[in-house]
């Protein structure tokens, strides 16, 4: 008994220093002089233009990300392809590597003499500190999470109903859509919410090639520490609500969205 | 000829699954792959119905070339061994799946969906989900799926593979009587020679990747090729160095015209036939299948010393 109360509070209490406070300070800083100071922060014209700019960034990432992540995953379980070892540990490189090291990585292909930032400049094509390099480092440091989510479904689902399907007279394109899909929707939607998540918070790859220009190639996350650089507190921290809240939202989302037999554990549909 | 493959060599890496495989099956009829595990039989099955493709030689079904057909264009319909349900469908959909993307009308499917789930039993289960089913139902579901759009060929892959004894006696008439009534040409692999026997009208002995024999069950039995084939279907005893059936040999009291001595270890009553295991003189241990009356005539103990008499050996070379 005792033990299980001292698991109980050590993890309770672990939790409550290392997430809970940070996090319900910023809601407190935010919201410290009322709404209103907070209403007036988020609704500057760089505020605003950095969350729109954000959302911009993961509507497109986002859905190019779970499209190939679900081809990705496919490709190393389903086929026996020469090197399936290797592509499945590089996707996991962005969790690996550093997203300072990724910016650094697209910033020196992409600069005017890099492998193809000379050709694209010729061409007349700003990748680097305009939107293409933004959503580039949003591609990948974003990659793995759908891959790694349908990954272990598809293999535990096995190949056995695909076949049946094939038999039947189902194309591969109908068996993907009828059979495979519906098998494997909960870890997609898994994979969708924490790449949404983690392309909301971004920053150290984008910071490197965006060039951070306010107003221009600067994102929530790097509007608050540009805010927090030049002394605006309240800047700083009304952002940061937002980007929570949009966290929050996307949490709540994938809740609202799981049916009800499947919210208590992890079980395939 | 509905099923016939030609010279078919299909090799995993290094692993000869099939080697120079060549089998027909009549139209109408229930052939059994037999074999035991990494004979190939599965492997010829899944070649068969085009989920995989041979390395070498030729498939036909039902005189048509189908090497190079995709499995969608083959006619024919597959069951596996774990039911392959799709989980997410109720029993009805899963019947009505193969239909559905045929794009037929909605009232043709419904009443061969109908008709489909009685031959199969489950007129009142179309509602439920596979995980709702046992091993049986969803097996029987998987059958009536892969029946809806009336194949030319069926194949099952150890469909009883996965159920308990009592089971898979009951489905294995089953099947013989639903074979009976769709008269569909069907393939069945199985590693269990009872269920060979009982079911099929042919049945390919497989080993390592080649046939051993083909033949209907009794020939099969009763004139094996070789020693395996001998072994394999049917239990066997060694007597001397020649194979016979347990139920070939005579349990003699005295030496006269024997052809050797052993030693009562122990008797089995098993209902109707009695099995009697004996030590022989050179040491190996051999049994005895004899009516139940039978040994209560001789009156056996276990320690006896008795002579034996084989009625019908086999050497091979």
Redesign the interface.
């Known amino acids: 008994m005792i033990g299980k109360y001292a698991v109980r509070f050590s993890a309770l209490g672990y939790v409550t220093v290392i997430l809970v406070a940070p996090v319900a300070l910023i809601f407190w800083r935010a919201f410290e002089h009322g709404l209103g100071p907070f209403w007036d922060a988020i609704t500057t014209p760089n505020a605003v233009h950095a969350l729109k700019l954000t959302l911009e960034l993961a509507i497109v990432a986002v859905p190019l990300n779970t499209v190939f992540g679900i081809a990705c995953a496919i490709a190393i379980v389903r086929y026996r392809m020469p090197g399936g070892g290797l592509v499945n540990a590089i996707v996991d490189l962005p969790l690996a590597l550093s997203p300072v090291v990724v910016g650094l990585s697209l910033y020196l292909l992409y600069a005017r003499d890099g492998w193809f930032g000379g050709w694209l400049t010729r061409h007349g094509v700003q990748v680097l500190f305009a939107y293409p390099s933004m959503l580039l480092a949003m591609l990948f440091i974003s990659l793995p999470f759908v891959v790694r989510e349908v990954v272990p479904v598809l293999r535990e689902i096995g190949i056995?109903?695909e076949?049946?399907?094939?038999?039947?007279?189902?194309?591969a394109f109908?068996t993907f859509r009828?059979?495979t899909l519906?098998?494997i929707r909960w870890a997609v939607t898994y994979g969708v919410v924490l790449t949404t998540a983690r392309v909301l918070g971004e920053f150290g790859a984008v910071s490197i090639v965006s060039g951070g220009i306010a107003g221009r190639t600067q994102v929530l996350t790097q509007y608050v520490q540009a805010s927090y650089e030049n002394f605006d507190l309240t800047g700083a921290y009304a952002a940061s609500v937002v980007l929570a809240g949009l966290a929050v939202a996307t949490l709540v989302a994938m809740t609202l969205i799981k049916p009800k037999e499947e919210r208590s554990g992890h079980r395939?549909? | 000829m509905a099923i016939e493959t030609r010279s078919v060599t299909k090799r995993f890496g290094d692993f000869v699954a099939l080697d120079d495989v060549s089998i027909t099956a009549e139209s109408g009829s229930l052939t059994a792959l037999l074999g035991p595990s990494g004979s190939g039989k599965s492997t010829l099955l899944r070649v068969i119905?085009?989920?995989e493709v041979p390395d070498s030689g030729d498939v036909f079904i039902s005189g048509r070339e189908a090497t190079a057909l995709?499995?969608?264009?083959?006619g024919?319909?597959?069951v596996?061994q774990?039911?392959?349900?799709?989980?997410?469908m109720t029993v009805r959909e899963n019947v009505a799946?193969?239909l559905k993307?045929?794009r037929r009308p909605k009232a043709e499917i419904r009443a061969r969906v109908d008709e489909l789930l009685e031959l199969v039993q489950l007129g009142g289960l179309g509602g439920r989900y596979p995980a709702q089913l046992s091993g049986g139902q969803r097996q029987r579901m998987?059958l009536a799926?892969?029946l809806?759009?009336e194949p030319d060929v069926l194949l099952l892959d150890e469909p009883f593979g996965a159920l308990d004894a009592r089971v898979r006696k009951e489905l294995r008439a089953w099947l013989r009587r639903l074979h009976e009534e769709t008269h569909t040409t069907t393939i069945l692999v199985t590693h269990d020679q009872e269920e060979a026997m009982e079911v099929a009208d042919e049945i390919v002995l497989m080993a390592k990747g080649r046939v051993e024999q083909v033949g209907p069950p009794r020939e099969l039995y009763e004139t094996p090729a070789n020693e395996f084939v001998m072994t394999f279907v049917g239990p066997v005893s060694r007597v001397g160095g020649a194979y016979v059936r347990p139920h070939d040999i005579e349990i003699l009291l005295s030496p006269d015209g024997s052809d050797g001595e052993a030693m009562v270890e122990r008797i089995v009553h098993l209902g109707f036939e009695v099995r009697v295991e004996l030590l022989a003189a050179d040491g190996s241990r051999l049994s005895v299948q004899l009516t139940r009356d039978e040994a209560t005539e001789l009156e056996l103990v276990e320690g006896d010393v008795v002579w034996l008499r084989a009625r019908r050996t086999r050497v091979f070379a």
Do not use: C, N, W
């Open positions: 056995d109903a076949e049946a399907a094939a038999t039947l007279g189902a194309s109908t009828k059979i519906p098998a395939d549909a | 119905a085009g989920l995709a499995p969608q264009k083959r024919v319909g597959f596996f774990h039911y392959a349900p799709f989980k997410h799946f193969a993307i045929r998987a799926r892969a809806a759009p």
